[in-house]
């Protein structure tokens, strides 16, 4: 069962991609302050409370980390956001990950900081969840904030680590309780290679809690990613190095902006040659296995060579008939056959090309050609 995320959206409005925030354990959606203050004049920005923490829910636990993703999945589902560009840190990392694998055609872009594909071994936060069950979260507050930041930050900002230790006090009991459950049951490195989207990885040079080591591991799972490590950088190295971050964040959302704009116009395509129906039965009908192949197709065939000015769509209609006729591909055959007598190719037309293609070809597979064309016009007709 999902819970209602308490958010902060802010930006230009419509037409602007969108960048969300999800923070780490202990904390609320105010960590993301200074990135929300410089991101949002160019993009929105969606700064989300995790359950359990801010002003979310707090359902008793315990929690998975793909509770956590489906929250996050439920909001982008209510405010009709049907991709976006996922940034996390610690926990937040965590779940987009998830996200990632899981649902891969919600996300354009991955920025992971500051978090690890498996969080040490799942005593420690069984433990800790006791503890906090037990004494509270007031209890390990300076511990965890002494992992945020590095000493000299410290030293130098004491009203930051105040604040800091303020915000982990303020967590509720269970909410953080359950989300160390969460932790100590969280192992992605078995599906590091599926997560297809552009990745950006962070690590902090001082971050105890998850090393540059954690981090290359992740970079080196992921095919499309790049790794950067900022020194000095503790856990919290969205604060501690905010411009660097907000910088490296802005670059790489802006980065696939050629990427997303093929996809767009294949789409378009798509359902220009193929119908609507056919476009919605596959976008409906895709899995987390099939749906970087359908990302695949939608960029690279109908985004790239349909969308070329050399050729107008009837002519790679006619040469599309053709060439699976040539390869004895039914399946495709079929379903062009259909949506070209649908749209501009008439059954004479049909048969023109069937001809040429036996000609040069052969005919049993164009003995196939007509016989699927033939059903095709019947078909059609009757309708």
């Known amino acids: 069962m999902t819970v209602a995320l308490a958010h902060q959206l802010t930006g230009p409005g419509p037409g602007a991609p969108t960048v969300v925030l999800l923070g780490s354990l202990g904390s609320d959606r105010s960590m993301w302050d200074p990135q929300v203050r410089s991101l949002s ?16 829910p707090v359902p008793d636990g315990p929690y998975t980390v793909a509770d956590l993703g489906g929250d996050v999945l439920a909001l982008l589902d209510t405010l009709a956001l049907p991709a976006v560009h996922l940034v996390g840190l610690s926990l937040g990392g ?3 990950q998830w ?5 891969p055609s919600r ?23 006791a503890a906090v069950r037990a004494e509270g979260t007031g209890s390990i507050a300076d511990v965890v904030v002494g992992r945020w930041y590095t000493s000299e930050l410290a030293a130098r900002d004491p009203e930051l680590v105040a604040r800091s230790r303020a915000m982990v006090d303020a967590t509720p009991d269970e909410g953080y309780a359950a989300c160390c459950e969460a932790l100590a049951g969280w192992d992605s490195r078995a ?6 989207a552009p990745t950006l990885v962070i690590a902090g040079r001082q971050d105890p809690a998850t090393t540059p080591d954690d981090l290359k591991l992740i970079a080196d799972g992921v095919a499309n990613s790049t790794l950067h490590v900022l020194d000095p950088g503790a856990h919290l190295a969205s604060v501690e190095q905010a411009g660097r971050v907000t910088a490296l964040i802005a670059a790489h959302v802006a980065g696939p902006t050629q990427r997303n704009a093929a996809y767009e116009v294949g789409t378009l395509n798509r359902r220009a040659v193929l119908g609507d129906a056919h476009v919605d039965n596959s976008i409906k009908g895709a899995t987390e296995f099939t749906s970087p192949f359908q990302d695949f197709v939608t960029r690279t065939a109908w985004g790239d060579v349909w969308n070329r000015p050399g050729l107008d769509h009837h002519t790679r209609r006619l040469l599309t ?11 495709e055959l079929d379903m062009h056959i259909r949506a070209a007598l649908r749209d501009d190719v008439t059954a004479d037309e049909l048969a023109e090309v069937f001809l040429h293609a036996a000609v040069y070809t052969g005919v049993p597979n164009t003995n196939r050609a007509f016989a699927l064309g033939k059903a095709a016009i019947a078909e059609l007709a009757g309708q």
């Open 321 to 331: 008939l053709a060439i699976l006729t040539a390869v004895g591909n039914e399946h």
């Open 41 to 56: 004049d160019q993009f929105n920005v969606l700064a989300v409370d995790l359950r359990g923490h801010g002003e979310s």
């Open 191 to 196: 599906d590091l290679a599926r997560i297809a």
């Open 94 to 96: 965590a779940v987009s």
């Open 99 to 103: 996200i990632a694998v899981h649902a």
């Open 107 to 129: 996300v354009h872009t991955l920025t992971l900081l500051c978090t690890s594909a498996k969080f040490g071994e799942p005593q420690g936060w069984l433990d800790r969840a």
